[in-house]
């Protein structure tokens, strides 16, 4: 195929990947993103082996592992703060750890950095209004009134996506699964070399992702989508907490500014049918938003975005091309999305329970699979 000239909508983790895969395709690409500042949470983020071999993939890896802290083994323990398993997780990449904790602000830097290096254009503060097809292209009209002509649009706008809505009004829309997720970063103590996983109603993960620095996630049970102010946060997780593993129980004693909490209801979506309309196409959460219990829904939209650049270049018709990057991610990404719902369901009573050990052992099997 010939270079397209293509917008990518979204300026996170899936829509930075696409414009580094595209870019290196030879291939136009302007990102817009709407938060003017460019803002992203300041916890971590877990970026599994799969992950690891999609950065190898985009040329970027040595840059991400130097920002990130890599371990190589996930382990298991029941809510009395017993360790029942230490997975080991399989390296994809030769001589790179299997797994890496990062920081989301500085995952946003590593991609954001590539992608203006490789010649992408980056436009803040600036969403699409409207996008007009004419079977050549999309004329998409911005909202500070300007108006360009791409061959191409992506819309990685994330779980509320705009582009969707737009393109695919009657798709599935993003559901309240009855769990949350809360955040919070602490001093890494020694020894702490794997992901820990504890299982209970409320699921807790430690995570490391630098020398000094690990992150918490803990999901609960939150009936009714209840909404939390900003203050009294750290106090309302340290309740969540309370009948943790003694371990946790321990680290919670940590929790003390309101504003190093990060809360999250967790939804999910699946978008069963097409993921295109036109010259306009979708991936990331804007296709299937997951829970998440496997660690893998930034990793979801990083594969999706180096397909979705294989696909364009190896096709002339961009809708051919289309059809092909669903048909090769659709499979795994249900996968990814229904097997952590059961965990979430399973948590929270509204299935049965699911054992985090097979979870996740089964996970890395699909997920090193090749894309």
Excluded at 98 to 110: D, F, T
Excluded at 225 to 248: C, D, F, H, T, V
Aim: with cysteine; hydrophobic share 40%; net charge negative.
């Amino acid at each position: 195929m010939n270079s397209l000239n293509i917008l990518v909508v979204g300026g996170g983790i899936g829509g930075l990947s696409a414009a580094i895969a595209l870019r290196r395709a030879g291939h136009g690409v302007t990102v817009i993103e709407k938060d003017p500042s460019w803002s992203v949470y300041g916890v971590g983020i877990i970026q599994q082996s799969n992950v690891v071999r999609a950065m190898d993939q985009l040329g970027v890896i040595d840059t991400f592992l130097g920002a990130a802290s890599g371990f190589d083994a996930v382990e298991i323990y029941v809510p009395d703060g017993t360790r029942v398993a230490r997975v080991p997780t399989p390296a994809l990449v030769e001589g790179k750890p299997s797994n890496v904790g990062i920081g989301r602000r500085a995952l946003q830097k590593v991609l954001g950095d590539s992608a203006r290096d490789l010649g992408a254009k980056i436009r803040l503060g600036l969403t699409a209004v409207t996008l007009d097809q004419d079977g050549e292209g999309v004329t998409v009209r911005f909202s500070d009134r300007g108006e360009e002509h791409y061959d191409v649009v992506v819309g990685a706008d994330g779980i509320y996506s705009q582009t969707r809505a737009m393109i695919l009004p009657d798709a599935e829309k993003p559901e309240f699964t009855g769990q949350a997720v809360w955040r919070y970063n602490f001093p890494r103590p020694e020894g702490l070399d794997a992901l820990h996983v504890y299982n209970g109603p409320t699921g807790v993960g430690l995570v490391p992702m630098s020398a000094d620095l690990m992150y918490m996630y803990a999901t609960t049970p939150e009936p009714g989508n209840p909404r939390y102010p900003s203050e009294g946060l750290a106090a309302r997780m340290r309740e969540k907490l309370a009948a943790a593993a003694p371990q946790i129980r321990a680290l919670a004693d940590q929790i003390t500014e309101d504003e190093g909490v990060v809360y999250r209801p967790l939804e999910a979506m699946m978008v069963h049918g097409p993921w295109h309309k036109g010259r306009v196409v979708l991936l990331g959460d804007a296709v299937h938003a997951t829970t998440p219990h496997l660690g893998q829904g930034a990793g979801m939209a990083i594969e999706d975005a180096i397909v979705l650049a294989e696909e364009l270049t190896a096709r002339e018709a961009p809708e051919e091309a289309f059809e092909a990057y669903r048909a090769r991610r659709y499979e795994r990404c249900r996968y990814i999305v229904d097997a952590s719902l059961a965990i979430c369901h399973g948590q929270i009573g509204k299935g049965p329970a699911v054992d985090n050990h097979t979870a996740t052992a089964e996970m890395f099997a699909v997920v090193s699979k090749p894309i």
